[in-house]
């Protein structure tokens, strides 16, 4: 696929879910949002670049943890997810936080000098993920570190089918290759490749939790990366797709409950020490000023 296309599809596919991302995911991706915050260890006075932010659910809770004295960038390629994440940011009073849109492969010159790099689920939507985690280690201080995660695998995510479902009715090619980043030992090599040292992975079980069939499907899709190409769906489309998806997943259906297996991939990694891998030097380390 063209990734060009692909990251406009990105981009205004989450414009499109931006109102319903929080509502329906928040609480159901918190197990790898708190591993994420526990891999990375930021600490007072941390400077935190957390790419493919979203609404801003990372870049938060970091901001928390690295006080005034620390600063936390936030970038995203979708317009509208950036909007909600300063809204949430302004919300709190929180004024060591910024956050602007643009693309994971192509940063804008931020200065370099972050002590800790974030991406949280974001690796799988973007064209190429090595690339990404190469270009977020270009803009970190040596010895900084990194923790990202992906979702697992196509076997170990119930709710997979949900990508065929949609693409058997429209050529969305919305995330051809989503479940790659979680497969076998491919995270742990993309985080070696990108210069990092130190480098580990954990698998993360989680279960979904829907109260009912239309919480289920409102998640996956309003609130997830199908829900550009289901906006054009006509009603009846909807319907289909509805209950084509509840069949998929209605082995773990439990009443009106369902219980949908998932997996998380987590990853670890340090920037090597050595500063001449550093695009920038150690010393340019960024400002609210600089980076606003």
């Not at 995203?76 to 949430?88: F, G, I, N, T, Y």
């Not at 693409?167 to 989503?178: G, H, W």
């Not at 550009?228 to 797709?241: H, N, Q």
Request: hydrophobic share 45%; net charge negative; charged share 20%.
């Amino acid at each position: 696929m063209d990734a060009r296309l692909q990251r406009r599809i990105q981009r205004y596919g989450w414009d499109r879910a931006v109102d319903f991302y929080d509502e329906h995911w928040m609480s159901q991706l918190l197990p790898a949002t708190n591993s994420v915050l526990e891999r990375a260890a930021i600490g007072p006075g941390d400077r935190v670049l957390d790419v493919a932010c979203g609404t801003g659910v990372l870049s938060l809770a970091a901001a928390a943890r690295v006080g005034t004295d620390g600063l936390v960038m936030g970038i995203d390629l979708s317009e509208k997810m950036v909007e909600a994440a300063r809204a949430a940011a302004s919300a709190l009073g929180l004024c060591n936080c910024r956050f602007a849109r643009g693309d994971a492969e192509a940063l804008p010159d931020l200065g370099g000098g972050f002590d800790v790099g974030l991406c949280g689920l974001g690796l799988m939507y973007m064209p190429d993920p090595e690339r990404a985690l190469a270009v977020m280690a270009q803009a970190l201080a040596p010895g900084a570190r990194v923790a990202v995660s992906v979702w697992g695998p196509r076997s170990r995510c119930a709710w997979a089918e949900i990508f065929p479902i949609v693409d058997a009715r429209v050529d969305s090619e919305v995330c051809p290759l989503f479940f790659r980043t979680g497969a076998g030992d491919t995270l742990h090599h993309a985080l070696q490749a990108a210069g990092l040292t130190g480098v580990s992975t954990e698998r993360l079980s989680v279960v979904l939790r829907y109260g009912s069939g239309i919480e289920a499907c409102d998640a996956a899709f309003l609130g997830g990366p199908v829900a550009l190409a289901y906006a054009r769906f006509d009603a009846a489309t909807r319907a289909a797709v509805r209950a084509e998806y509840l069949r998929s997943v209605e082995s773990y259906k439990f009443g009106e409950a369902y219980a949908i297996p998932g997996e998380f991939v987590i990853g670890y990694g340090v920037k090597s020490s050595v500063t001449g891998s550093c695009r920038h030097g150690a010393s340019e380390k960024p400002t609210i000023k600089e980076i606003t």
